[in-house]
């Protein structure tokens, strides 16, 4: 099955630690005067106060949260901790990921002991009062956990980013290998070690053969696939999924604004989408990458006729990541980036556009025309890949107008997609990388000021953006590498949240 990251839920357990006084008196403790002194009063208050805190609960919780059930406990001046109900509290114990807490004078030591039993995370009321620092300092200095917020969206903004963290914590990766399992010839960036992955961020990775993946692009033949022979169980692409694959290449052509690809070659890239989700779904993963050069280089996609851009294009806009060149890192990156906006990412080779003696200095795949109608070329970044898809605005939102292309010049396969970028012009996008070390978390802003080759085949295809500092954002990327997948709208407090739950170190700019 696959369990993309935007299907994990968040499980919160809200509770509301209600305080009521057993006897009229005045001293130390007591902040009222009149009725408000008598035990009756407090216990109509106390009914109130917490049904304002569940409503604010609900009316503030992302869609990413399941609001578990909601518990009150009355908490009396005899200051006791009875045992019932810190039962109470942790009965869901194995579900809860966070505790979302509201308490006060004479309950703050339930809150402390709370995250020394179960070790879960503690988020406290914003408007909770001089213990929402107490208690925070008391919770930390033990070596627990707890997040503090002054309003109810950065309570929200906290919950995505542990929404994203559990993500990570429980994806499964499919990885395409053919030389080494950890990394490729063209991607050189990427984890420096996928033992070191899974023990700081959870995730788990499924490895797959590229030379099975590629006997899988056909019917199992007779006697089995050239390398398993014999075996007859093998998850080859069937008939029927062929069939599936015409109807969906039938479906983007009728889409399309503009369609440069024979249908036949079309149908060849479908396939392999097909088979590749049909393979997540059989190791139950949720992400994936395949080499390029490295799977280029052994003749077989140009003897199939079809590339993974389309591939990619249509898992990311899904909300399953998929990288090209077995660029693991910006698989991670990019579930990321769709778990915490519910925004496909786009990703590709990005580099500063160097402004130089009053132009920009010539690179791969830039046109300086495209730019025609921008005035300041300065602080200008690239990014450039085949890989583009229809949903950067929104998942669940409508499909954006689109073309198709091919990759391969001469022998016209491997159905690309292109999205115009220069009609995002002023459009807020937020980008991010993991470091190779898994000690780093890259997380830039943008503006989209232009784009360009869309009417190109081949790896072409990207978008122009201007950033605050150039140089800064350089010297930032040459710590964490090429590909810097982008979202579109301004999500860096939600990366930075997630940066300092995981111990990351920022690279903000």
Same mark, same amino acid.
């Given at each position: 099955m696959i369990q993309r990251g935007l299907d994990v839920k968040l499980n919160v357990k809200p509770i509301f630690l209600g305080l009521v006084?057993?006897?009229?008196?005045?001293? $130390?403790?007591?902040? *009222?005067?009149?009725?408000?002194?008598?035990?009756?009063?407090?216990?109509?208050?106390?009914?109130e106060l917490k049904q304002k805190f569940f409503d604010n609960v609900y009316a503030h919780m992302?869609?990413?949260v399941n609001v578990m059930e909601p518990l009150y406990l009355q908490c009396e001046d005899d200051w006791r901790m009875p045992e019932a109900a810190f039962r109470e509290m942790t009965k869901d114990l194995d579900q809860i990921d966070v505790f979302l807490m509201s308490g006060g004078i004479a309950r703050?030591?339930?809150?402390?002991?709370? *995250?020394?039993r179960t070790r879960k995370p503690i988020i406290q009321d914003p408007v909770t009062y001089a213990d929402l620092t107490a208690v925070s300092a008391a919770v930390k200095s033990r070596g627990l956990v707890s997040y503090d917020h002054l309003t109810w969206e950065g309570v929200a903004a906290q919950m995505k980013a542990l929404r994203t963290r559990k993500a990570l914590q429980e994806a499964q990766i499919l990885l395409a290998v053919r030389f080494d399992s950890n990394g490729s010839k063209s991607g050189n960036d990427t984890?420096?070690?996928?033992?070191? @992955?899974?023990?700081?961020?959870?995730?788990?990775?499924?490895?797959?053969?590229?030379?099975?993946?590629?006997? &899988?692009?056909?019917?199992?033949?007779?006697?089995?696939? =050239?390398?398993? $022979?014999?075996?007859?169980?093998?998850?080859? /692409?069937?008939?029927?999924?062929?069939?599936?694959?015409?109807?969906?290449?039938?479906?983007?052509?009728?889409?399309?604004? +503009? @369609?440069? /690809?024979?249908?036949?070659?079309? @149908?060849?890239?479908?396939? *392999? &989408?097909?088979?590749v989700k049909k393979l997540l779904d059989y190791h139950d993963c949720c992400g994936f990458t395949a080499p390029c050069p490295d799977l280029c280089s052994t003749r077989r996609v140009n003897e199939d006729q079809f590339t993974f851009c389309l591939t990619h294009s249509l898992l990311n806009e899904q909300g399953i990541p998929s990288a090209c060149e077995y660029d693991i890192d910006c698989v991670l990156s990019m579930l990321i980036l769709s778990s915490i906006s519910g925004k496909a990412p786009f990703?590709?080779?990005?580099? $500063?556009?160097? =402004?130089?003696?009053?132009?920009?200095? $010539?690179?791969?795949?830039?046109? /300086?025309?495209?730019?025609? +109608?921008?005035?300041?070329?300065?602080?200008? =970044?690239?990014t450039s890949?085949? @890989?583009?898809?229809?949903?950067?605005?929104?998942?669940?939102?409508?499909?954006?107008? &689109?073309?198709?292309?091919?990759?391969? &010049?001469?022998?016209?396969?491997?159905?690309?997609?292109? =999205?115009?970028?220069?009609?995002?012009?002023?459009?807020?996008?937020t980008l991010c990388r993991l470091s190779p070390d898994c000690k780093k978390l890259f997380i830039g802003k943008g503006e989209i000021v232009g784009g360009g080759d869309y009417d190109l085949d081949n790896c072409n295809g990207y978008v122009v953006y201007r950033v605050a500092d150039q140089e800064k954002y350089f010297k930032a990327q040459c710590q964490v590498g090429n590909h810097l997948p982008l979202i579109y709208g301004d999500y860096a407090r939600e990366l930075e949240l997630l940066g300092e739950s995981l111990g990351l170190e920022l690279l903000k700019v």
């Open positions: 006084h057993q006897y009229y008196y005045e001293g $130390p403790c007591r902040f *009222a005067k009149g009725e408000a002194l008598h035990t009756e009063y407090e216990l109509i208050m106390a009914q992302p869609d990413c703050s030591g339930i809150l402390i002991e709370l *995250a020394q984890f420096v070690t996928l033992d070191q @992955v899974t023990e700081t961020f959870g995730t788990t990775f499924r490895f797959l053969n590229i030379h099975e993946l590629m006997d &899988y692009m056909k019917p199992i033949p007779e006697g089995g696939n =050239y390398t398993t $022979p014999g075996r007859l169980n093998t998850p080859n /692409i069937t008939k029927e999924e062929i069939k599936e694959a015409e109807t969906l290449a039938d479906e983007l052509i009728a889409g399309a604004d +503009d @369609v440069h /690809i024979d249908r036949e070659q079309l @149908v060849k890239s479908c396939k *392999a &989408y097909v088979e990703m590709g080779n990005t580099m $500063p556009l160097v =402004y130089q003696n009053g132009t920009i200095r $010539p690179m791969k795949r830039f046109s /300086i025309e495209d730019l025609a +109608d921008v005035e300041d070329l300065t602080n200008l =970044y690239h890949h085949s @890989v583009p898809n229809r949903k950067l605005r929104g998942i669940n939102g409508e499909t954006a107008h &689109y073309g198709i292309r091919h990759f391969a &010049y001469d022998q016209g396969f491997g159905a690309v997609l292109r =999205y115009n970028f220069k009609q995002d012009v002023g459009q807020e996008i």
